[in-house]
């Protein structure tokens, strides 16, 4: 298993708080992604990294934030949670060799449920 | 209309049935993924495949570029293989892949 871990793994927070969710990993990979997960429209990517301190906007990024300040963390910051950003969020890796594109390696999953 | 859309959303099988789960999309692609999801939540990738097909185990992946479609298929279906079965294209951005995902197929396989 590609060497992602998440954290936290659950966390419950209430409206106007903020959050950071962090994403590490372990096998230089250049690449790292945000996603969150909902019944109903399944995954989405909320912001991507293409190396420490490039990051972009995916296709649902209102209400986030990102950092990438060096090669192996990727913070996701909510900088005021609202109960609709209750989800499932997932990091993702990927190496970014050359040509068509590389696998992405997922992490195991945030659960953050905002009251 | 969705970029990426799977069929069927569920499917119900018996033990060592052929399972086929299938892929449209509707724009140009660098790639197509195939994931993997079990209850529980982990997301593990299973094929990426750019032309042609590809084998694994008893998984096979397979794409048509000219008809932007593509295929799961199981052999010899085993209850282990019971999970959440997600297509996913990708778009290559600054050589990050941006995916797209399709809604994802629930597979039960009955012993």
């Known amino acids: 298993d590609a060497g992602i871990t998440q954290s936290p793994r659950h966390k419950v927070t209430e409206t106007g708080t903020p959050v950071t969710l962090r994403c590490h990993q372990t096998?230089?990979?250049?690449?790292m992604y945000w996603y969150r997960q909902d019944p109903g429209h399944g995954l989405r990517l909320i912001h991507y990294?293409?190396?420490?301190?490039?990051?972009d906007k995916g296709e649902v990024s209102d209400g986030y934030s990102v950092s990438r300040s060096k090669t192996e963390d990727f913070l996701l910051t909510l900088e005021s949670a609202t109960s609709s950003q209750t989800s499932v969020y997932f990091c993702?890796?990927?190496?970014?060799?050359?040509?068509?594109?590389?696998?992405?390696?997922f992490g195991p999953g945030t659960r953050l449920t905002v009251l | 209309k969705n970029e990426v859309e799977q069929s069927p959303q569920n499917l119900t099988a018996q033990e060592g049935e052929f399972i086929t789960i299938n892929c449209s999309y509707s724009?140009?692609?660098?790639?197509l993924h195939w994931l993997q999801q079990h209850p529980g939540g982990g997301i593990v990738s299973l094929f990426m495949?750019?032309?042609g097909k590809k084998k694994h185990g008893r998984l096979i992946a397979t794409i048509n570029i000219q008809e932007k479609h593509s295929s799961l298929h199981i052999t010899a279906s085993h209850p282990r293989d019971s999970a959440v079965y997600i297509c996913a294209v990708s778009h290559l951005i600054q050589g990050a892949q941006k995916l797209v995902f399709g809604q994802g197929t629930r597979l039960t396989i009955n012993p």
């Open positions: 724009v140009g692609i660098s790639a």
């Open positions: 990294s293409y190396g420490v301190k490039d990051t």
């Open positions: 993702a890796i990927s190496e970014g060799l050359a040509g068509i594109g590389n696998t992405q390696y």
């Open positions: 495949l750019s032309s």
């Open positions: 096998e230089n990979h250049r690449y």
